[in-house]
């Protein structure tokens, strides 16, 4: 301070010289003496100091004056002087740093409890002037480590495992150096501190999902099974058990799993609550209400709601489990892979997610058991359950696994009954009411409507429809089948009948839920599936024996003449054989020898009837050429009517132009013919049965007027005969040809008999009629025209 005085007195000095020299010297004159350069250098640094610096000398001649005061106020002149052998500095190293540590934990950044290197720098420092004791030190800063541990503060327990290893090596006289010391005070304050220590370990433990969330700080769960480890041993020497550190941990998870159930229990009722208050019509009233509205809203809880609420309390519990195995089951895991030292951790964490599913299985019973035995909303509980259970190595087939299983092996397999003894009488009712018109038909005539948008996926858990007699339940009627939309979309058929189309979604929606309940135990799927495969067999088998039945049956009512059209019904039946077929191979297919013959076994049954239906519809195909061949046997020589005939036509001839006798039947069975073609060809599914079908149409046609004509053999035919078969068999070969009967199906035997035969009696004709009116066996450009 005061040579900061003497120099602004020297400087003012100077400048008040040079203000009053300078006006008597002439610029030139300062040149030439060096005393006036100097001189008038010195002024005007003086001048610009004065300027500059002057004005705020004042200011920090006050504030060095105030800083002095106020050192002499605390009394810091006596510190500075006093002597430091006269202060006790361990406890005010322990004050300083408390406080240094509180204020490292006020910073912007995690610091977990280390100081920075400048603070350490410090705090050796004031430990290697003062004498403060290593053991000491380091029993404070655990002692401050512990209260910001329990005030919540984050600390690396690699920390609190340095400083505990330093205390203790002291204490226990294991230094690595052979030297050390400790006092009664710090080894009773050890023990204190070490009881601390294991009290917050086993608490960090027991809430390891909240005090290392998501597994951070990474490695700090390691650290702090390791540190426990250190803390439970006797001396820094002898080792504990391994068992005995098991049942510490052990015993930690065992609370953990039930303050884990606890929250997140807490958590869904909560959220439960809400929800229901939001749904609950009192909502919409004054807010003074609410309150009561939600207690009131738990008591009136249905079976419903308390199987919605485990199923969302399973969801929970299963993503705490996830969270679990992703981030704290590895946790004794190193970087490198070695997990030689914790090993133990993985078994101590499957049986903390046993013992937690165990606490929700209390609440799973409770829930299961008042619901209804007609309902099956269940399902979908096991389902997600299982999911999660048979995807995990050690908690599949598991404790509460295995009770799964056994609380829904009962429930299943009296589903698979009732789903069985409904889709039988299903089938008996939908059979006696078929109209067998196809559902592409049905779906078709349905109004134009705006339907409502709805999940057309087929659900996991298809209902029970009908009642089943001689049981004691009453289960919800089944509604009459209506054709969807969606059902060609599902199946690749768009003319199956009602009921089969229904059966076959039924069976196989029946397989998706059974299929997709995933049932662990190996035993039990197969039978499962076993059941399945010879349901879904016996009930095809049904169907198709139904629809044969109403095959032949239909095709016996119907006409004999050339009126004849193929109803729709037939072709719907034809195409229930091609469903059968195909969701056969789908539903009743097994890789066994007893089961897998058994499937053959309808197959073949499948096939037996299909072709019975097309020897009765060919049969009916022959009986209808029977009536025309019957009509004009009437013209066959030497029969009264065939003479007659002859006379009056000849004689009316003379004088009117007479039709052509014989044509109209001729056109009649033509136009039968292809009509039936087409409705054949555009309504069944099938193109092996439609080749099928015409190949043994035509040859069993063909061979009939044959055997006529060989009946005749003998005879000449009538000239209107002889038309009539001209134009059936011309018009039969080339229609069959167009519908792909192979070349050599139409160049049969019976046909060259029968065009042989034609032709000879054609070329009689001619010489003894002159003529057959421009009918012939041989093609013309003219009757194509007429095609």
């Known amino acids: 301070m005061l040579v900061q005085v003497v120099v602004f007195y020297v400087v003012f000095f100077l400048y008040l010289v040079h203000a009053l ?103 050796d420092e004031y430990c290697a002037r003062n004498g403060v004791r290593g053991c000491h030190r380091h029993l404070c800063y655990l002692g401050d480590l512990l209260e910001r541990a329990d005030a919540g503060h984050m600390i690396d327990p690699t920390l609190l495992h340095y400083s505990f290893a330093f205390c203790a090596s002291h204490v226990h006289g294991n230094r690595p150096d052979g030297l050390g010391t400790v006092t009664v005070e710090e080894k009773e304050r050890f023990e204190e501190i070490k009881e601390r220590l294991r009290v917050l370990l086993e608490n960090q433990i027991t809430n390891f999902r909240y005090c290392f969330p998501f597994g951070r700080p990474e490695g700090a769960l390691k650290a702090t099974l390791s540190l426990l480890e250190r803390v439970l041993m006797k001396d820094i020497v002898t080792p ?132 209804s035995p007609e309902s099956w909303d269940s399902f979908p509980l096991f389902q997600l359950l299982n999911d999660f259970l048979r995807t995990d190595y050690h908690l599949c087939n598991g404790k509460f696994h295995k009770h799964l299983q056994d609380l829904y092996a009962p429930l299943v397999v009296r589903y698979v009954d009732l789903m069985e003894s409904s889709i039988a009488q299903s089938i008996h009712r939908g059979f006696e009411r078929e109209s067998w018109e196809p559902v592409k038909s049905l779906t078709s005539n349905l109004p134009n409507v705006n339907l409502p948008n709805v999940n057309l996926q087929i659900p996991k858990v298809p209902n029970l429809p009908v009642p089943v007699a001689g049981l004691s339940v009453n289960l919800p009627q089944m509604p009459s089948f209506s054709t969807p939309s969606w059902m060609a979309a599902i199946y690749d058929s768009d003319n199956g009948s009602g009921t089969s189309e229904d059966l076959f979604w039924k069976l196989d929606a029946l397989q998706t839920f059974i299929r997709d309940l995933h049932w662990p135990e190996e035993e039990f799927a197969k039978h499962l599936d076993n059941r399945m495969k010879l349901m879904s067999s016996d009930m095809i088998e049904t169907s198709v024996k139904r629809t044969r039945g109403a095959f032949e049956s239909k095709l016996t009512k119907s006409s004999r003449s050339t ?62 050429l029977e009536s025309v061949l019957a009509k004009i046997s009437r013209y066959d020589e030497g029969t009264l009517f065939s003479s007659f005939l002859s006379f009056t036509v000849k004689a009316a001839s003379k004088y009117v132009e007479v039709p052509k006798p014989g044509m109209d039947v001729a056109d009649g069975y033509v136009t039968f013919v292809r009509h039936s073609q087409d409705i054949l060809r555009d309504k069944v599914n099938e193109e092996v049965y439609i080749e099928r079908l015409f190949d043994q149409w035509y040859t069993a046609t063909m061979n009939l007027l044959a055997t006529w004509l060989t009946e005749r053999m003998d005879q000449q035919l009538h000239v209107y005969q002889l038309k009539i078969l001209i134009r059936i068999v011309k018009k039969k070969y080339r229609d069959f040809r167009l519908q792909g009967v192979l070349d050599s199906t139409l160049n049969s035997k019976s046909y060259d008999t029968v065009r042989n035969r034609l032709t000879l009696e054609e070329a009689t004709a001619s010489v003894r009629e002159g003529g057959m009116q421009g009918i012939s066996m041989k093609d013309s450009d003219e009757e194509d025209e007429e095609d």
């Not at 039946?573 to 013959?597: H, P, R, T």
Request: hydrophobic content about 45%; some cysteine.
């Open 240 to 371: 504990v058990p391994q068992e005995e550190v098991k049942a510490v941990i052990r015993k930690c998870l065992e609370q953990a799993a039930q303050i884990n159930y606890q929250r997140i229990t807490d958590y869904a009722r909560v959220e439960g609550k809400k929800r229901e208050m939001y749904d609950h019509p009192v909502y919409s009233l004054a807010t003074q209400v609410m309150d009561l509205t939600i207690q009131n809203v738990a008591n009136l809880a249905t079976p419903a709601k308390k199987l919605e609420h485990v199923i969302r309390l399973a969801e929970l519990v299963i993503e705490v489990l996830h969270q679990n195995q992703d981030h704290h089951a590895e946790a004794a895991v190193t970087s490198t892979g070695d997990q030689s030292a914790f090993a133990w951790w993985s078994d101590l964490m499957v049986e903390h997610a046993e013992n937690f599913l165990s606490l929700y299985g209390v609440d799973m019973d409770a829930a299961l058991e008042i619901q």
């Open 21 to 123: 020299l300078v006006p008597f010297f002439s610029p030139a004159a300062v040149v030439e003496s060096g005393f006036s350069c100097l001189l008038f250098s010195f002024s005007l640094v003086a001048s610009l100091y004065v300027i500059l610096v002057c004005p705020f000398l004042p200011c920090c001649l006050l504030a060095g004056l105030k800083d002095a005061d106020r050192a002499q106020k605390h009394g810091m002149d006596e510190f500075i002087s006093a002597n430091p052998c006269s202060f006790d500095h361990a406890s005010l190293f322990e004050m300083m740093q408390r406080l240094t540590l509180d204020h490292r934990l006020n910073d912007n950044f995690a610091c977990l409890g280390w100081f920075s290197p400048g603070q350490v720098f410090v705090l």
């Open 563 to 624: 009126d004849f059209r193929i109803p729709l019904s037939l072709c719907t039946m034809f195409n229930v054989m091609v469903d059968a077929k195909d969701q056969s191979a789908k539903l009743c297919a097994m890789e066994m020898g007893q089961e897998k013959q058994y499937h053959s076994q309808i197959d073949e049954l499948i096939e037996e009837s299909v072709k019975d239906m097309i020897a009765l519809l060919v049969a009916k195909f022959v009986a209808i």
